[in-house]
Structures are given as C-alpha cells and as structure tokens.
C-alpha cells in the first residue's frame, strides 16, 4: 500500500498559479493510476484529474479543463497538478490518490471510489 503526501497548497489571488505535488513512499506509483480530487468546505470530494498507470493521457473534470494539468515523474515518484488561471471556486483541499486495480470505463473514470490510497490533502485558498 502505498503512502502519499501532497503538498504545495497556499493562499493566492485569483488569476495566480500553484503546483502541487503528492510524493509516493512505500511503492513506486509505476503500478498506479494516480488522481487529484479536492473537497471545498461543506461540499463533497469533486473529481480533478486522473491519469493512466503509464502517465499518459490524463483527463480532467469540467470545472478545471484547459486550467490545470497532471503529470507523472516516475524518477521521483511524484505526481504533480498545475493549476492555472485560479479563481475562488478552486479554493478547496486537494488530494491526491491512487487506484492500484483496475482500468475505468466511462463514467468511471471520473469517480472517486474508485482510488484506494489516499493523501492527507494540502489546502489551496484562493482569494478575490
């Protein structure tokens, strides 16, 4: 079982950038696909992006489309979202996760359940 943690969050104005990074321990993320879900305050966990075990071909959640952008560096063992363009609405914690099992199909690729490894989230605030 993999352990991760994110971190990389702050508090920025809205138009600003962040890049956040979630760092593997105790398994290469090579055998997992790796996502980002956040959770602003009172709402529930909203899908953020996702990639495949090899890394590639990442897809995102609508609110976040042409804004941010996953990647995967096998070497360091890390996973990292860039997020640009931030507004207030992105203000949440973000998580990264990962799902060691099986591929999705569909609408499953955009659902949350499916990753079984999680962070402990790093905050992100953005301000007006």
């Known amino acids: 079982q993999v352990q991760l943690v994110e971190s990389g969050g702050g508090l920025v104005q809205a138009g600003a950038s962040l890049r956040l990074s979630c760092v593997g321990s105790?398994?290469?993320?090579?055998?997992?696909?790796m996502g980002w879900i956040r959770q602003a305050p009172g709402k529930a966990r909203e899908f953020v992006a996702a990639?495949?075990?090899?890394?590639?071909?990442?897809w995102y959640g609508d609110s976040v489309k042409g804004r941010f952008t996953m990647s995967k560096d096998y070497a360091k063992n890390t996973v990292y979202l860039q997020m640009n363009s931030l507004n207030v609405e992105d203000t949440a914690v973000y998580y990264c996760?990962?799902?060691?099992?099986?591929?999705?199909?569909?609408?499953?690729?955009?659902?949350?359940?499916?990753?079984?490894?999680w962070g402990q989230g790093t905050q992100v605030t953005v301000s007006s």
């Open positions: 990639e495949r075990r090899s890394g590639a071909n990442p």
């Open positions: 996760a990962a799902d060691p099992g099986n591929s999705c199909i569909g609408s499953g690729c955009y659902d949350v359940g499916r990753f079984k490894s």
């Open positions: 105790g398994h290469t993320l090579i055998g997992y696909a």
